[in-house]
């Protein structure tokens, strides 16, 4: 396993710290109770400089998952927006995962979070492939896990909330001890969800598709720009419901997300998927890539350059 290597600053409460200074206290509410919101977003380097791919989307989120926790966020769009291009330029890094966090602070103990001040931060680290070095040319393996998706009647998937992320742990550490690279997760009604960290695609017949918000799950923003290229690109595209053992006969299969990118997964539960081809996913990833360097006007708007 490869740390985080230690960069220049980190943005915390207003200030830029030190890397190594950015420290918060023992008793911090949110992090005994899961009371923190986050965002992860990614840089890319493109002909004009290091640009940020989809940052107004991203903050939206951020501040629709602190409405969903009553958390009001003491920094507004406008200057998250110049935390985020300023700490590009001041670590001085091109391809970045910049990570926004809003947590009860340091302040009182018990289940009530209003009581503790909110703190927010944002840092930002080098971070490779998600899946491995190999996964987007030749796919990752999967297994439908037997842990359930958490329903919005318990903990909202559509809100970033730390706590989700303990549902995801228990899915992704039961696939990492079975052997496989991730795991898929069904909801309550035994419906395809998604991962762990990313959203799930299938393609059969042509057509692709992947399931609705409804279905519980993060709406992802690599989601809404894959929805994006599909149309632009003349690709039939539908929002639908799917069972696992759909991912099973499908022709392709992929997962979607800031950080894995565009990933095709070549096996559910020892079925190979498709052919072992990936037209459509290779497509797209190649419209993605283009995108977030900056080399496809169409999507121009998405980038906000840090320069
Ligand atoms: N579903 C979940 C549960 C999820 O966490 C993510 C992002 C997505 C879908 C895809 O969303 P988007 O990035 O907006 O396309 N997961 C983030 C966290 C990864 C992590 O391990 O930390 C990410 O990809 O940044």
């Known amino acids: 396993m490869v740390g985080i290597k230690p960069l220049s600053k980190i943005w915390l409460d207003g200030r ?3 890397w190594e200074k950015a420290q918060i206290h023992i008793l911090t509410h949110g992090l005994h109770y899961g009371y923190a919101i986050f965002e992860g977003i990614r840089s890319h380097g493109t002909a004009q400089g290091p640009a940020i791919f989809r940052l107004k989307e991203h903050l939206t989120r951020f501040e629709n998952s602190a409405k969903i926790y009553r958390m009001a966020l003491p920094y507004s769009h406008a200057q998250l927006t110049e935390v985020a291009k300023e700490l590009v330029r001041v670590n ?34 080098e971070w490779g492939a998600y899946l491995g070095e190999q996964s987007a040319q030749q796919g990752v393996r999967v297994t439908v896990s037997n842990w359930t998706r958490i329903d919005s009647r318990a903990l909202p998937p559509q809100a970033k909330c730390a706590a989700n ?3 995801s742990a228990l899915a992704k550490m039961q696939a990492s001890a079975a052997g496989y690279d991730e795991a898929i997760l069904l909801n309550a009604s035994g419906m395809v969800a998604e991962g ?11 057509v692709l598709s992947t399931p609705p918000a409804s279905s ?8 809404d ?12 595209f539908q929002r639908t ?7 099973f006969t499908a022709d392709e299969v992929f997962f979607s997300g800031t950080a894995v990118g565009l990933t095709p997964i070549r096996e559910v539960d020892g079925r190979p998927i498709g052919s072992g081809n990936y037209p459509v996913t290779h497509r797209l990833q190649k419209v993605y890539d283009d995108a977030i360097h900056g080399r496809d006007p169409r999507y121009r708007a998405w980038l906000t350059p840090a320069g």
């Open 16 to 18: 830029f710290l030190d």
């Open 92 to 125: 001085g890094v091109t391809d970045s995962y910049l990570r926004p966090l809003a947590f009860s602070g340091y302040g009182e103990m018990g289940l009530d979070p209003t009581r503790s001040p909110i703190s927010v931060a944002m840092a930002l680290w």
């Open 165 to 167: 992320y303990a549902n």
């Open 196 to 206: 762990p960290g990313e959203n799930v695609f299938r393609v059969k017949d042509g």
């Open 216 to 223: 519980g799950i993060l709406r992802g923003i690599t989601r």
């Open 225 to 236: 720009s894959v929805i994006r290229f599909a149309r632009d690109e003349g690709i039939p």
């Open 241 to 247: 419901d799917f069972t696992r053992e759909e991912l």
